[in-house]
């Protein structure tokens, strides 16, 4: 998979030369380029933003830098690229979503700051042939930009590519896959600080264990998330 990043701030995704993702990125299997959008200005200052037509705080990013940002990532796009926009006003990003786009050949992040990107940016790429564009919020709570966000969804994105990680099985049994929250998962000692793991695990019935883990995700995810069970009692 390639993914594309376009930011104002670029140094931003150094991270994704390390863990997980760095590795994916030495064995080819995530191909990411950073690109920084003041190298598509052409004034002395750089600038990428201007006040809002319309009034109202804050500054707005300038369409121009943007469109020609996009032009040099988007041209020469496969079909199935996806233009992901970060955004408040854009719709919940989900794991059924980040499963989705893990399927995508091709990822640009744009990622905005100040109060937004220009409208007319986003709705000039929805009419680019073979791009989709996807206004997706990380969750409803403001953010300064779209950088914080971006790495979240290229970090769950990216560990669902095949062979990015090492057991995919351990894929499956994860929050949220399943439509439930996970079971707590316990490691040695078998008893810490008078603490001690449930003796079902100890048990070698894997059986039982299978059915505690299930239930296990049952009642975590009526006590912490109720709204994930499609008719839930309560
Ligand atoms: N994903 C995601 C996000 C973001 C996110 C994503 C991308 C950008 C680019 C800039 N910002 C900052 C910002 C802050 C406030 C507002 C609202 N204003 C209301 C009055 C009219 C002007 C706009 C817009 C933009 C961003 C925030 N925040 N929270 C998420 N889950």
């Known amino acids: 998979m390639r993914i594309d990043i376009v ?87 989900t794991q059924k979503e980040a499963r989705e786009l893990a399927f995508a050949p091709r990822l640009v992040f744009t990622c905005g700051r100040y109060e937004g990107i220009d409208q007319r940016v986003i709705d000039h790429a929805a009419t680019r042939p073979g791009v989709e564009v996807r206004e997706i919020s990380l969750g409803d709570y403001v953010l300064n930009g779209g950088e914080v966000a971006a790495m979240a969804m290229i970090e769950a994105v990216g560990r669902l590519v095949p062979g990015v990680v090492g057991n995919p099985e351990s894929l499956t049994e994860e929050s949220h896959e399943d439509g439930l929250l996970e079971y707590p998962s316990y490691t040695k000692p078998s008893v810490w600080r008078e603490l001690e793991v449930p003796a079902i695990l100890l048990s070698g019935n894997h059986g039982a264990i299978d059915s505690w883990r299930h239930d296990q995700q049952l009642e975590r995810t009526r006590r912490v998330r109720p709204d994930l069970l499609p008719d839930d009692p309560a």
Not at 32 to 49: E, G, P, S
Not at 50 to 55: E, N
Not at 56 to 66: Q, R
Request: hydrophobic fraction near 40%; aromatic fraction near 8%.
């Open 7 to 93: 930011t104002i701030f670029p140094e931003f995704f150094s991270v994704l030369d390390v863990s997980l993702l760095g590795k994916a990125r030495q064995q080819k299997l995530l191909d990411v380029t950073v690109h920084d959008l003041r190298d598509f200005t052409h004034d002395r200052h750089r600038t990428v933003d201007d006040t809002p037509y319309g009034g109202g705080a804050g500054m707005v990013m300038k369409p121009e830098p943007w469109g020609e940002a996009l032009d040099a990532v988007l041209g020469g796009t496969p079909d199935g690229t996806v233009m992901v926009v970060p955004s408040p006003a854009g719709r919940p990003f």
